[in-house]
């Protein structure tokens, strides 16, 4: 994912001094209140906090928004790809969309509230002079992966040898390099992955989370640090590969479990909203890939410690809509829609994301398609509900065949079904699947057909690019 943006609605003030500042009514406003109020107003007005979040209504965001309330910094522990990043990213939109801040201050202070020796001495010589620049809100947010080689110095700060090397004693404190958090003052921190860090490295944290100090190489430079420090593990690496040491933990003000969607439909919105799709996939392909992820979750021959993460069937969705947009090229179709005949691309190359259980070898592949025609006959038993496809089985039974695959075309395949007479089956069908266009058409009615298909209603064979059902 990309770093944190947040489109900007109005112009930096032009306020350009102290003076300035003090003359407008600018009142500052430390960083958790600021976080509360925001809150707190979007609550009021009935504003979504968290857009591009789903699942989490009634269970992580509340819990989340007492913790800011509060002014607790925040571990949020899940599995992989429960959505604990865009998370941490989103609460961007917490914060005031300007803030000024002293210019050229190597750690974002607040004109009012110099905090570092340079600056606090330059606030005295220059008084209401002192240069006065903006910040936008999407720059006081910083963003760190946690790794095994992460360093005291990347996230605390260390002695600046080319600082020292211009004269100035080891004793002086403006010789300090800040680190990340210090960097991060009037703003928040990320951490992801918090357990690989090194254990001596999170007892560096300690007293910058508690006490708001900086000690570094036997300097104490009591900095009285602004920040809201967030971070997220996942509590297989947690009991695992890694750990968060108890004084570390105890600092967090609130540790949030995350989960993945609870409802089939925020499954689908997941996945409609992150994949990057080059064709048009029907509602109805995200279906069978939203429970095709969900069968993933609840089977036993698959490793639950691991998880099986939205990007599997996000990448799912984007695979069948290449697979489409190759079929349609080669084809020469105007338009690219994936049908239920891409899907089996999309298993052939998803394999590699799933953590299988020890007992399973040799059976991955087996066990994927089973898991995933169960999705497609659930998918087919909520949509076509209702529907009599007895004359439509007739047809086949006397002999008549319908041929699809990666090298039919929409309409090849739609001109090649068989006639039904004075029946509106296939409109009945092409009106639940809600489609409308040649391509749409034929991936609701091969659909159908495939439903038949696992129902042991029809036959299918499949080869050489084709499948056929009769």
Wanted: glycine share 8%.
């Amino acid at each position: 994912m990309s770093s944190p943006t947040s489109v900007t609605s109005s112009p930096a003030p032009s306020i350009s001094t102290l003076g300035e500042l003090r003359a407008s009514g600018h009142v500052l406003k430390p960083l958790r209140t600021e976080l509360r109020d925001n809150l707190l107003a979007a609550l009021r007005e009935g504003r979504d906090p968290w857009p591009g979040l789903h699942g989490f209504d009634g269970t992580v965001v509340p819990q989340l928004e007492r913790a800011l309330i509060a002014g607790h910094d925040v571990v949020l522990l899940g599995e992989r790809g429960q959505g604990k990043t865009r998370l941490l990213r989103t609460m961007v939109g917490l914060l005031d969309e300007w803030t000024p801040a002293v210019e050229g201050s190597e750690l974002g202070e607040h004109p009012y509230e110099p905090i570092t020796p340079v600056t606090l001495r330059r606030a005295e010589e220059l008084g209401d002079d002192l240069p006065v620049v903006w910040v936008h809100r999407s720059e006081r947010y910083a963003e760190k992966l946690a790794t095994p080689d992460t360093s005291v110095a990347d996230l605390i700060g260390d002695v600046d040898p080319m600082k020292v090397a211009e004269g100035r004693s080891l004793g002086d404190p403006e010789t300090i390099h800040f680190g990340l958090i210090p960097r991060s003052h009037r703003g928040i921190v990320a951490i992801n992955e918090l357990p690989d860090l090194a254990e001596r490295i999170q007892v560096a944290m300690l007293n910058v989370m508690e006490e708001r100090d900086i000690q570094i190489r036997g300097y104490v430079l009591r900095l009285p640090l602004d920040v809201l420090v967030m971070a997220s593990a996942n509590p297989e690496d947690y009991t695992n590969r890694g750990r968060i040491i108890t004084p570390l933990k105890d600092r967090f003000g609130a540790e949030i479990r995350t989960h993945y969607p609870l409802e089939l439909t925020d499954e689908v919105a997941v996945i409609r909203q992150e994949a990057e799709l080059v064709a048009d996939v029907p509602s109805h392909l995200l279906e069978i890939l939203a429970r095709f992820t969900r069968n993933l979750r609840e089977s036993s021959a698959v490793d639950q410690r691991s998880g099986v993460s939205a990007r599997f069937a996000i990448a799912g969705a984007e695979t069948i809509a290449a697979a489409a947009l190759h079929r349609a090229t080669v084809q020469g179709e105007e338009h690219a829609v994936a049908r239920v005949v891409d899907l089996e691309t999309a298993v052939d190359v998803l394999g590699g994301k799933i953590e299988f259980e020890s007992g399973e070898e040799g059976r991955e592949a087996e066990i994927l398609a089973h898991l995933l025609r169960s999705a497609t006959h659930d998918t087919v038993r909520s949509l076509f509900r209702g529907l009599d496809f007895s004359l439509l089985v007739d047809r086949l039974e006397s002999g008549v065949m319908v041929t699809t695959g990666e090298q039919v075309t929409a309409i090849d395949f739609l001109s090649g079904l068989p006639v039904l007479g004075e029946s509106d089956l296939y409109d009945q069908v092409c009106d639940a699947a809600e489609a409308t266009t040649d391509g749409e058409r034929a991936a609701a009615i091969e659909l159908a057909l495939e439903g038949l298909y696992l129902a042991r209603r029809v036959s299918k064979e499949s080869g050489e690019g084709e499948t056929v059902y009769g």
